[in-house]
């Protein structure tokens, strides 16, 4: 199993640029997870998808974040506009039921 | 306000002995808890997790102890080695497979 798969891995981009950041989950997984980590803030959930639908937004920070999940095996974070605040790590996690949940290697997001 | 707490950022220990790492919590909803370890570059990974109907679950040279009245939980690492060395979060959920709330992390270093 090729564990939980983001991409890209870094990404630089410039205040006010799109940023989407991508997620594959471990096959059979039925829940994802976006987690966002800084030194301020430390790790914190942003959203959470059951079965591919959202169950709890209540994390992301501002309307300028989405997240979609079309299918059980591919989901987005999607920043607009981003702004420099928005530099972080960014972690997706999958689980299975009442499975611990399983993280990917993160994107490393710098908005200039 | 910080519902998971790890008061101490960083611990050194020397190899062979016992590391012991600290978390606080404040939600009285928390039923399960559980531990991750981070290397740089990588996401959390799993390492051990422990019930509210539990106070102490072990895993080799994993022990976790939890103390509901308290509201702390404690991971005992023994005998510690320099592998072990990286960044050790606490999370706490309503219940298992849940949203995770993490701690800010503590950095363990083991030295030879």
């Known amino acids: 199993d090729a564990g939980v798969i983001q991409s890209p891995r870094h990404e630089v981009t410039e205040m006010g640029q799109e940023v989407t950041l991508r997620c594959k989950p471990i096959?059979?997984?039925?829940?994802l997870f976006w987690y966002r980590q800084t030194m301020m803030r430390g790790l914190e959930l942003l959203i959470y998808?059951?079965?591919?639908?959202?169950?709890?937004d209540s994390g992301m920070p501002e309307d300028r974040f989405s997240a979609k999940m079309p299918n059980a095996s591919f989901s987005t974070l999607k920043i607009q506009p981003s702004e420099p605040r928005d530099s972080a790590v960014y972690f997706c996690?999958?689980?299975?039921?009442?499975?611990?949940?399983?993280f990917g290697p993160g994107t490393r997001l710098t908005v200039l | 306000d910080q519902q998971v707490k790890q008061n101490s950022p960083s611990l050194s220990v020397q190899e062979g002995r016992i590391s012991i790492l600290n978390c606080d919590y404040t939600n009285s909803m928390f039923d399960y808890f559980l531990w991750y370890k981070k290397y740089p570059a990588e996401g959390p990974t799993f390492l051990i997790s422990i019930s509210s109907i539990k106070d102490k679950n072990e895993d080799g040279r994993f022990t976790v102890f939890l103390n509901k009245s308290a509201k702390h939980l404690s991971l005992h690492i023994v005998p510690s080695q320099p592998g072990d060395s990286a960044v050790y979060f606490c999370a706490a959920s309503p219940n298992a497979g849940n949203m995770l709330t993490f701690g800010g992390g503590t950095r363990l270093m083991v030295k030879p």
């Open positions: 096959s059979g997984h039925n829940s």
């Open positions: 998808f059951n079965n591919n639908v959202p169950i709890d």
């Open positions: 996690a999958s689980s299975l039921s009442s499975d611990e949940q399983f």
